[in-house]
């Protein structure tokens, strides 16, 4: 799991670019994958507060996912010790954590999710079908997301901010 620092944009724009050219895709072959614990991961990060709970700026909490393979059900791997803690235990707890104002100051006004997933595939088209300010950008399976460029990607996170 890649974890990478939070960007200020406009300010990171070169930082995050680089970041995200810098990603290279390895291993595969194993379908599904834990893309719901990444998900729910990066939802429990410490978001950058600033200006939302202070009534400042306006700011705007992304989540980028891409993936190009279908999702485990929650839990799949709750036996490893590797397994992240306080994972939420199904599809709705998942759902509720999006929903959950409460954690930081991630408001529902404030967050999006730019979700790259193939189509018809288990977890994904829920969340693209279910849940609110969910950007979905169909992605062709098993692929590595060859049809989507990092410029576009960028760019589609730049648009989200405005």
């Known amino acids: 799991m890649l974890e990478s620092r939070f960007f200020e944009l406009p300010r990171d724009n070169e930082d995050l670019a680089r970041t995200i050219r810098g990603i290279e895709v390895f291993g595969g072959g194993d379908e599904p994958e834990d893309g719901l614990e990444a998900l729910a991961y990066a939802m429990e990060s410490e978001w950058n507060t600033d200006g939302v709970c202070n009534g400042g700026m306006k700011n705007r909490q992304i989540i980028v996912m891409w993936t190009d393979a279908s999702a485990h059900e929650l839990g799949f791997g709750a ?8 994972m939420p235990k199904n599809f709705m707890d998942l759902t509720d954590m999006w929903y959950n104002e409460q954690m930081g100051c991630m408001s529902f006004q404030s967050k999006r999710l730019l979700l790259y997933a193939p189509e018809h595939t288990s977890g994904w088209d829920e969340i693209a079908r279910e849940w609110d300010n969910v950007i979905y950008y169909p992605s062709n399976a098993g692929e590595g997301l060859q049809e989507t460029s990092y410029d576009l990607i960028i760019a589609q996170i730049a648009n989200s901010v405005g």
């Open 79 to 86: 036996k490893s010790p590797y397994y992240p803690k306080n």
